[in-house]
């Protein structure tokens, strides 16, 4: 297949990246920490950590684990915690002692977090106050041996160490009772690893470092087995593509969506970890003047975030006043990023909403659209560098330029597999190495990939094929719209029909004027049939719209 998207990268990225430049995240990790020891390398609740701290505070970390809890190499140690600076010493000390992450959502509930840490074998988790009673209902049918429990407040400086834990534990009430019998708090964790050496570790590229779980809205949660190789090349890859626009040492980068997302891992944690870059850690992005408070205490040059999130942040009043003078890079992921959403961001900041596209499995970015585009242009943008793309029916065939056919990629980035699961494995590749995405797709003569949508959330509406992207971006596109999801419901006459599921910016907008606004826009047998109206949307940990909850009316 020739790889036409190469005529396209954007100047200064090159069509490969060298995947051999470190050994392990560890290396890189140990290298950032010397070139940039000075420099402040997470904020969180105010309170900043330079990256000579990062390092000495891992280290200690590091030898708790090793020493303290003689967990033998490879264990697998779990991470159930919000954006809090707990969380990269925690990373970071894991894997540079060669143990493999297993991210865990703080949300889960009993069942759900009982299936991951058993499904990963997990020896030791790290886990924040306010949820472990949920730990406490299944720990004792597990293989979990180690307990080390985080508060919100324990890394701040005297006195609001204090005053944070009581406001949180006392007043609002964020911390139900629980007991964990044997349970270690995180700073006495660290005293005792400062008491212990670190004995070196050997990790290669093709050791594990992460268990991240994935599809579990689609049925039971997998672990996508992450390589340390998959984890550099996909931070590579990335950097290769901002490397023209951003600064070593000089970056602020605004991270709200959770570090346990392999989004947020990968992009804000890792590749600016690697520029020496200050990540700002939002520990509560679900409330949104607390955030837009948090921007403007910052000149800030780059955010991340899911098209929800910046959708929300543009419905503040008080975010148009924030200072954007300095931001470079605004990437959106996790979802498609609406048209309406992308164009009034750059009114807004004057700066390009970027598309990009990933998956768990891939690490995750696939494809990035061009940093320097002049407006929104509906595509996840061209392929990262060492990355291959194909188009493919449902017969396998690849299909010509401009046809629809399932996204289905190639590269350094892709995962080894799932955890304990070589059926899962083998379905999710074809017979030449390709991971099947599940997403319908188009790629142009120019490299660009649009995806048209998830193939299992297609609509088939008297034999024709509905997107709900398309549906979803017209109506959003309405003003008295502020958020909708597409799907697909039964049909006597048509077998399935669109419904859609709106929130209103407008609260007299009516179930007609959504209705005509779509008969302007899309063909008939697009138009939806039913309008409900609703004061919220199920969302995913990371804001992603769950059509699968709209469509089983489990919401």
């Excluded at 303290?68 to 010493?89: D, T």
């Excluded at 925690?90 to 991951?116: C, D, K, M, S």
């Excluded at 400062?194 to 949660?221: H, N, S």
């Amino acid at each position: 297949m020739e790889k036409i998207w190469l005529r396209s990268y954007p100047p200064g990225v090159p069509a490969e990246i060298d995947v051999g430049a470190y050994r392990s995240i560890g290396d890189l990790f140990e290298q950032s920490v010397r070139r940039f020891a000075s420099h402040p390398a997470y904020v969180c609740m105010g309170k900043a950590i330079t990256y000579a701290e990062l390092e000495q505070q891992s280290r200690q970390f590091a030898a708790y684990l090793q020493q303290g809890l003689k967990l033998q190499r490879g264990s697998r140690v779990a991470l159930m915690m919000p954006n809090l600076l707990q969380y990269p010493i925690a990373l970071f000390g894991a894997l540079r002692a060669g143990y493999t992450i297993v991210n865990v959502n703080p949300l889960y509930t009993a069942r759900e977090l009982e299936h991951q840490l058993a499904d990963a074998g997990v020896e030791a988790i790290v886990i924040l106050e306010n949820f472990a009673h949920t730990l406490q209902q299944v720990c004792h049918s597990l293989p979990l041996r180690h307990i080390v429990v985080a508060s919100l407040g324990e890394m701040l400086d005297f006195p609001r160490r204090q005053v944070v834990n009581f406001v949180v534990r006392h007043v609002k009430k964020l911390v139900p009772p629980w007991q964990l019998d044997g349970a270690v708090r995180f700073a006495e964790a660290l005293g005792l690893g400062a008491k212990a050496e670190l004995a070196p570790v050997t990790v290669g590229q093709d050791d594990i470092a992460f268990l991240q779980y994935t599809g579990g809205t689609t049925g039971v949660a997998k672990g996508a087995a992450l390589s340390h190789g998959n984890i550099i090349a996909n931070l590579q890859q990335a950097h290769a593509w901002i490397a023209p626009h951003v600064r070593d040492g000089e970056e602020i980068i605004i991270t709200a969506l959770p570090l346990y997302h392999i989004f947020s891992l990968t992009a804000n944690c890792l590749t600016f970890l690697k520029i020496g870059a200050t990540n700002v850690l939002i520990t509560n992005p679900r409330d949104i003047p607390g955030l837009v408070k948090e921007l403007a205490q910052y000149r800030f040059t780059a955010i991340t975030g899911v098209n929800t999130l910046f959708n929300a942040l543009l419905n503040n009043p008080d975010f148009a006043q924030v200072d954007f003078s300095a931001l470079k890079i605004s990437l959106g992921g996790g979802m498609a990023v609406q048209q309406a959403v992308a164009e009034k961001w750059q009114r807004t900041t004057g700066r390009l909403l970027v598309e990009a596209y990933g998956l768990t499995e891939t690490s995750p970015a696939v494809c990035i659209n061009p940093l320097d585009l002049a407006e929104f242009n509906h595509s996840i943008g061209l392929p990262v560098p060492s990355t291959e793309v194909s188009i493919r029916d449902d017969d396998d065939v690849e299909q010509p330029t401009g046809s629809r056919g399932e996204l289905c990629v190639k590269g350094p980035q892709v995962m080894r597999g799932y955890w304990n699961r070589p059926d899962d494995t083998a379905r999710a590749f074809t017979a030449d190495g390709f991971l099947r995405t599940g997403d319908i797709a188009v790629m142009d003569e120019r490299g660009f990939v649009r995806i048209v949508d998830r193939k299992k959330d297609m609509i088939l509406v008297s034999g024709f094929n509905v997107y709900p992207n398309e549906v979803e971006d017209v109506i959003a596109s309405h003003p008295g719209v502020l958020e909708v999801a597409a799907v697909g419901v039964p049909d006597e006459r048509s077998g399935e029909a669109v419904k859609v599921f709106v929130v209103r910016r407008d609260p007299s907008l009516t179930e007609q004027e959504v209705i005509a606004h779509c008969r302007q826009n899309l063909t008939g047998y697009k138009v939806p049939h039913r309008v409900e109206f609703r004061s919220e949307l199920p969302k995913s940990n990371v804001g992603k719209i769950l059509r699968r909850a709209l469509r089983g009316g489990e919401a």
